[in-house]
Each structure stands twice: as C-alpha cells, then as structure tokens.
C-alpha cells in the first residue's frame, strides 16, 4: 500500500520552489541526476487501432525524477501512448516496461496517477466527496481513513481548491474542475504521474502555479509524464518528446533541441524537425506521403 | 474483490443520488402511484387487481432498477471515471457490487413501500407471507440492476440507453403471464417465456398469492431469478474492460 513519506509536507503551489521573480522563462530547469533504471523504456511499441497503426514502433526512455514532455499537435496519438503507459489501451504491441514492470500490471495501478484529456469526476459529488471515493479506492479500509483525510486535504491545497472544496463538480468552471480531475491523480503519492493536457483552458497564473507543482513533485523524487500541444510548455521540462503522426521526431532536452536545430525556441526546433522529417518523406517517394495525408485528415485521440 | 472498496463504491453511488431527490422521488412514488390507480382500474373486480398487483410488485423494481443502472453505468462510461477506476487498483467486482448494493438498498424501500401499500392500503389479497413478496421483489431488483449493467455496454447515448427498455423489458413484460397464462400461450411463445426470468418473478408472486406457505415452485422461482441475475452480473463484469480501444 502507498504511503505518505513522512516529512513530504505539502507544498503550496503559491509558494513555488523556483524563486517566484524567475518569469515564465526559456530558461529550462536544472534537471536531477536521473537514477539508473528508466521510469517507462519503450521497445517497438506499437499500437493498432482498427485496422490503422496509430503509433508506429516507438523506442524512447522516460527517466525517473524528471518532468517529461510529450509534445505535438493534437491527433499525433499522444493519448494513445499514454493510456499505453496506463495500461487502458487496448493493441499494445512491443515492449513497455513502466517502474520496472510491464505496462498494465495489477501491481502498478496504485503507483501510477492518471489524468485524462476531458475531466473524469463525477459532476454530482462535491470536490471533497470525489476525492473520498478515490482515495477509498486507494487506500481502503478503516484503518487508513485518517490517512485518507490528510490526504484528501493535501491535495485539495496543492490544486488551490480549498475556497470551492465543498461545491458540486457540476458547478465549477472547466479550468476548476480539470484541477480536480488533477487532484484525484495526486492522490497517494504516485510515483509516477501521467498527465494528459493538465493545462488546457487555464489562465496564465494557474497554469505557471501548476507548473510549479509539478516542478515541485519531481522534486520529490516523482516521475511526469505531460503532454501539450502549446510549445511555451516545452521549455519548462526537463525533458521532451516530440511527436508527430505516431512517430517520436526527438527525444532530447529543450536546450539541446534547440542548439541541435539552431531554434531560437522549441516551437522552432519542432517547425525545423517537421520539415526535416517531411523532406525525408517526399524524397522516399510518393507512396509515404498519401500514407501520411491520410493519417493526418481522420480524427484521433479515443 | 475487497470488501472496502466495494462499499465506497456504494456509499459513492448513494452520494451521487443524494444529490439528486427528484430521482429519488421518482423511483420511490411512482410503483406506488400506479398501484392506487390499477386498484382504481379494477374498482369492480377486486380477483383482477389480486393477480395483477402482485405481478407488478414484482415487476416494478425490475423496470426501475434496470433504467437507474443502465443509465448511471452509461454515464460511468462516458464521462471518463470508469477509465479512471479502471486505473486504479479497483476490481471490477467491487465496482458492480458497489452498484449492486446501492441500487439494491434504494430497491428495498420501494418495494418496502410499494408492498405496504398493496397489502394494507389497497386490500391486496395475498395469502402467503408478505415477506416471501419482499424476497422476490429484492431479487427482481437486483436482476434488473444486472440487465441495465449489461445493456449499458451496448448503448452509445443515454438516448440508446433508454430505447434498450422496450427491447429487453417489454417481451418479457408481454410473456411473463401478466396478460395470459403462460400455459395457454400459444407453444412457441409459451416455449419463449419459459426462458425470460420475468416469467418466474410473476410466478414466484403468484405462488405467493395462493398458498399459505412455502411451495417448491417458488422455490425454483426464486432460485432462477437469482441464478439468472448473477449470471447477468457476470456477463456485465465481462463487458468492463480496463483496456480499450
């Protein structure tokens, strides 16, 4: 069962560990020395859905204790491979080894904290009384309800919701109630947080308060798995992957991409590594390429 | 499966209908409404509202129960949180039992209700136990919590999700007896209802009805609605699954 280590006492998104006067900055963080064993190493993944491949043969290695971004325009099969890492995909083919055991394993489900893209929490419950299932879920038993409750807390202040705690779901506005669907993920303590668009629809004051929480839960030792289409996101990680068409096109840190690439900016970097990438296509022949029109016209994610 | 989890999981359902006294209201009143005004139908022949009230004591929480399931598992469905709890260390039985239970407990008091009303307040005359009534009721209850757990794998929309009710109540709502005997059916159809379960539900009750006490007909009634509910349960647990597509 998970605990809560003693003397993680929560930190206050307000209170953000970076000096507050850093501004939202191309500065990219001081990554930690990342540990031996990768969180997630891909091998040939692969995943099919109907008869399409939607991610084809990725190789890549998230390392432990770091933010990494998974970045690309929408449709790219982003989701895809994270509920591949969650284990909820269906058509997983390859080898995904996520904390050192097959993605999906019984064993990881209360290990890995989710989020998915639209907010799944039940509209008819208050914030406190979804976070009470979900920890109950985790943590069950008697036994731990104290523990539940700190818990419950804890996360309620680090997705600055105490003021709205007790309102329904239902009510809140989109920003509010993706931080709750947020705060179900943080939940116990997960070792590893997989986070699809946390950010979307929020305003700039949140969405540098939530950075600086997840900045803050690597540093404890977390690992993060974020995806975004807005690149600005980019350069606060430690480290990206970008992704286009089912293809991871880097697999690097934003300071290295971009003097990789000679961008001024990630957006840049990925703008060079696109265009590098369709040359290659258009050079292989004309058969990639209706192949790839196809690919980006149908919808994708779920 | 984990007797904790299941139960948060019923407290939770109950929570989410707490917030919702309209439904609540619904599922409680209406049996008992449609009871008054099938006494009143049959004001003249008090033998006719005998055989078809306690028919439908045993049909009502079916239909009801089998509406609120399909339609809250729809929503688990759709809004993402099955995916969710199917994430997380939740087994899939604690997840139906958790419906199971809560739906079950709200069954209790509308048949609770709906019987109190029947035998007390409309004269209902019923020979064997009230309580043998409440059994089959109970379990009429949890057949439909399995049916509208199942059928929800099936529906897109809440606006499926509803049309599934004609399809699987109303046949069985047409053979179960209520209308004809079953044995003066025509043999096909007659062969067709011996395999719906309503059919031993409104048998069970009518057993009920004319004998003081326990016969092994209701008996095998009861074990067949059971059998038939947890089988359903079972298949229903089948169409959870934690990957998808």
Redesign the interface.
């Known amino acids: 069962m998970m605990n809560i280590p003693p003397g993680s006492s929560p930190p206050d998104p307000r209170t953000p560990q970076e000096p507050a006067t850093s501004p939202e900055p191309p500065t990219s963080p001081e990554p930690p020395a990342p540990p031996d064993a990768p969180a997630i190493r891909a091998e040939g993944v692969t995943v099919v ?2 008869a399409r491949p939607v991610l084809h043969a990725l190789d890549f290695a998230v390392p432990r204790g770091q933010i990494t971004g998974l970045l690309g325009p929408s449709g790219c099969g982003k989701s895809t491979l994270m509920r591949a890492v ?7 083919t390859g080898t995904l080894t996520v904390l050192g055991r097959p993605a ?1 394993s ?1 064993e990881l ?2 290990r ?1 904290g ?1 989020v ?1 893209q ?8 208050t914030v406190r ?1 979804n976070l009470d ?2 920890s ?3 943590q ?3 036994a731990a309800a104290s523990r539940r409750r700190d818990d419950v807390a804890r996360v309620i202040t680090e997705v600055d919701l105490t003021s709205h705690a007790d309102v ?1 779901a239902g009510k809140l506005s989109g920003g509010q109630l993706s931080r709750v669907s947020l705060a ?1 993920a943080l939940l116990g303590t997960p070792e590893l947080l997989v986070l699809d668009e946390p950010t979307v629809g929020l305003d700039p004051v949140l969405r540098r308060d939530l950075w600086n929480l997840f900045h803050a839960i690597a540093a404890r030792g977390a690992t993060l798995l974020v995806s975004s289409h807005v690149m600005d996101e980019a350069e606060r990680c430690h480290r990206l992957l970008l992704m286009r068409e089912g293809e991871i096109l880097a697999d690097d840190s934003p300071d290295a991409l971009r003097t990789h690439t000679g961008a001024a900016t990630v957006e840049g970097a990925f703008l060079h590594l696109v265009d590098q990438a369709d040359a290659t296509a258009t050079a292989a022949g004309a058969d990639t390429n209706v192949d790839t029109n196809a690919d980006t016209r149908r919808r994708s994610p779920r | 499966m ?1 007797a ?2 299941t139960l ?2 019923a ?2 359902v109950l ?2 209908l707490r ?2 006294p309209r439904s609540i209201a619904l599922m409680l009143l209406v049996p008992c409404v449609m009871l008054v005004l099938l006494r009143y139908v049959f004001d003249g022949s008090a033998g006719t509202f005998d055989a078809i009230g306690a028919s439908l004591l045993g049909i009502f929480p079916l239909i009801t129960m089998f509406l609120v399931t399909s339609i809250a598992t729809l929503r688990e469905r759709t ?3 099955l ?8 087994g899939k039985a604690d997840l139906i039992g958790g419906y199971a239970l809560a739906f079950g407990a709200l069954a209790v008091i509308q048949s609770v209700l709906a019987t109190t009303l029947a035998l007390w307040g409309l004269g209902l005359d019923v020979i064997g136990s009230a309580w043998l009534l409440l059994l089959v009721a109970l379990l009429d209850a949890l057949l439909g919590t399995a049916l509208g757990l199942f059928v929800s794998a099936f529906a897109a929309s809440e606006f499926q999700a509803v049309q599934f009710m004609p399809a699987v109540i109303f046949p069985q709502l047409l053979l179960c007896g209520l209308f004809t005997a079953r044995d003066r059916m025509q043999p096909l159809l007659e062969a067709i209802s011996n395999v719906l379960p309503m059919s031993y539900a409104v048998d069970g009750m009518n057993e009920v009805l004319r004998h003081t006490d326990l016969t092994t007909t209701y008996v095998r009634d009861v074990l067949i609605v059971a059998g038939c509910a947890f089988l359903v349960l079972g298949l229903g647990a089948a169409t959870l ?5």
């Open positions: 859905r109907g969650v284990g909820t995909q269906a058509k997983v999906g019984a489900r209360s890995i989710y998915t639209d907010p799944s929490v039940y509209a008819d419950l009384q299932y979900f109950a879920v985790l069950p038993g008697r329904l179900v | 984990n904790a989890r948060a999981t407290a939770r929570r989410q917030h919702d809004s993402g949180t995916e969710r709890l199917l994430a997380m260390p939740l699954r934690r990957r998808t597509a």
